[in-house]
């Protein structure tokens, strides 16, 4: 299986902070990895797919970038509302697997 | 509009099997693929397998074992079904719809020892 490793596993921020996590793949995945957003008590979001490719209605301050193993997801202008856990997935390979998750708390 | 909503027992006693249904609306089951995904409290998320619009089903390999996904396209229903339960398969249960964008509600289901 794929083995998505996400960094940091937290994060503290502040409002207005530039935001930038990491997902690396085991192996190459092509530019199929999906970023989600999960707040607390939530289902998961759709924010990124196909590494760069922003999901209808998501703010352009969440970006996607990479091919390969090395993935990058940044929140240019971090908002109260974006305190979450961000997590990767790749769809590349059966079974596709997700990240450990990046959870953005409050400074 | 799209909707997916997850349903069946929040309790199950280890070793039993765990039914599940997601009753999806606003798309075909024909057009679109349903993934079944968990997350045991606190932890992340599982890829546990998806069915295609055309019937076809992939497994996660850790689960491939227990784990059987079907569906009943006229009544727009998905179905999970996994066996010999075990209390670390407890877990809120997520159907959605491929590749992403719309996500049930969930379902916490506890496997009790």
């Known amino acids: 299986d794929i083995v998505m490793t996400q960094s940091p596993t937290s994060m503290s921020i502040s409002v207005g902070d530039r935001v930038t996590m990491n997902c690396k793949a085991s192996?190459?995945?092509?530019?199929?990895v999906d970023w989600y957003q999960q707040k607390t008590g939530q289902s998961p979001k759709l924010l990124i797919y196909?590494?760069?490719n922003r999901y209808t209605g998501v703010p352009d301050r969440f970006t996607g970038s990479g091919s390969g193993t090395d993935f990058t997801f940044t929140i240019s202008n971090m908002q109260a509302e974006d305190l979450a856990v961000y997590y990767c997935?790749?769809?590349?390979?059966?079974?596709?697997?997700f990240g450990g998750g990046t959870k953005l708390e409050l400074k | 509009q799209v909707q997916l909503k997850e349903s069946g027992p929040v309790l199950v006693q280890a070793s039993e099997t765990l039914s599940l249904t997601c009753t999806v609306s606003?798309?075909?089951?024909?057009?679109?693929?349903v993934i079944w995904v968990r997350q045991p409290p606190g932890k992340g998320l599982e890829w546990m397998g998806i069915?295609?619009?055309?019937?076809?089903?992939d497994y996660n390999s850790a689960l491939k074992s227990r784990l059987s996904i079907n569906r009943d396209t006229s009544k727009s229903q998905v179905f999970l079904k996994m066996n010999s339960l075990q209390t670390d398969d407890t877990a809120i249960y997520y159907c959605?719809?491929?590749?992403?964008?719309?996500w049930g509600q969930g379902v916490m289901v506890t496997v009790s020892s």
């Open positions: 959605t719809r491929e590749r992403g964008a719309y």
């Open positions: 606003g798309f075909s089951l024909t057009n679109y693929g």
């Open positions: 069915i295609w619009r055309n019937g076809n089903t």
């Open positions: 192996q190459n995945v092509g530019s199929n």
């Open positions: 196909k590494a760069s």
């Open positions: 997935m790749q769809s590349n390979s059966y079974p596709w697997t």
